[in-house]
């Protein structure tokens, strides 16, 4: 589950991260009372409308711009509420922005000792720990300084039993250079940071730029938070800043029914039960000269409803030219899955695209018969091979 930037800031200041100060407005009018507000709290003369939608490079995009007075703020505002906002991130169709933030400006008009540093915490699975990596070169592409400055990127491991130690969060703050009061405020910065992506069970936090002010203050000037899906029942309060408008309607759907749905670009829908499976199918698509057009795990009891719903989740992609049902029947019989087939196809009605249903594992042969006697326009096949074949003749 992905959060706007408003949203990450306020978990963060809440476990005592010092963020930049903002209020989000879905028109302009309340762009310019939030702007009015904020100076009020904050002091702060300028302001910062920053586009809500979740994807980086928003700034590129003209997503992020500077008002000098009020009059820009509504001006911003009202041409950048409604826009279809692309980024590198979006995709060529972008996304529509609904809100915007009314951020404070933390760049002090006249004072040029600032310093932008990048900052992120993630899980590094193959170590089975948690790292912070960080660099002195925030504001830019994190990608970018990997492949053209790796030596400024820097990794700190945090074993999770032990958790973020005193001496690792001076580290972090040595290797970027701060000292004094500077110093002192990224160690507590640091340790803030970690504790909330801990306490909010959090995949990813990424803050680009971490702002040293002239003033020797350290600030989240940005917010990107992913949670753990599969922790979010833990945290009904992160749940309901869920923004559904950010999200594939078809995954949505999925989810209703407990289907792990992605969608691609390809012309060959997937269902399968089991996630390596599902990048086996794929393979077997490209091998055959398709392209897979989702990622569609039905799980381990796929039955005739999560069936259907597959089916008719598939079928919303205009692209889909076949549908490629691949079960290995371990957990759930083959047969019960053939039949959940043919009372899919009957209760959808007319499937204008070709079926191909591949059947392995415990009674795969009863639910090809199945299958090949349902009168219906599908294909069956036993092996990857007869599959691929299948799906080769019909893209």
Known sequence: MNLHEYQAKEILKSYGVRIQEGKVAATPEEAVESAVELQKETGTGWWVVKAQIHAGGRGKG???????????????SSKMIGMQLVTHQTGEEGKKVSKVLIAQDVYYPGESQVEEFYMSILLNRATGRYTVMYSTEGGMDIESVAEKTPHLIFKEEIDPKVGLMPFQTRKIAFNLGLSGDAFKEMTKFVAALYKAFEAIDAS??????????????ILAVDAK???????????????????????????IEAGKYNLNFIK????????????GL???TMDIIKQSGGNPANFLDVGGSANATTVEAGFR???????????????????????RVAQGVVDAYKSIGNISVPVIVRLQGTNAEEGALLI????????????????????????
């Open 313 to 335: 989740i598939i079928l919303k992609d205009p692209n889909v030219k076949a549908i490629l049902l691949n079960i290995f029947g371990g957990i759930v019989r083959c047969d």
């Open 62 to 76: 003209g997503g992020v711009k500077l008002a000098k007075n009020l009059d820009e703020v509504k001006d911003l």
């Open 278 to 280: 599902a990048m086996a």
């Open 264 to 275: 691609l670009n390809g012309n060959v829908g997937c269902m399968v039960n089991g996630a």
């Open 225 to 251: 938070v992913n949670l753990d899906d599969n922790a979010l029942y833990r945290h009904p309060e992160i749940v309901a800043l869920r923004d559904l408008a950010e999200e594939d309607p078809a995954e």
């Open 372 to 395: 090949n006697e349902s009168g219906l326009k599908v294909k069956s096949a036993i092996t990857l091979l007869e599959a691929a074949d299948l799906v080769k003749s019909v893209v």
């Open 204 to 217: 990813l936090f990424e803050i680009n730029p971490v702002l040293k002010t002239s003033d020797n203050k």
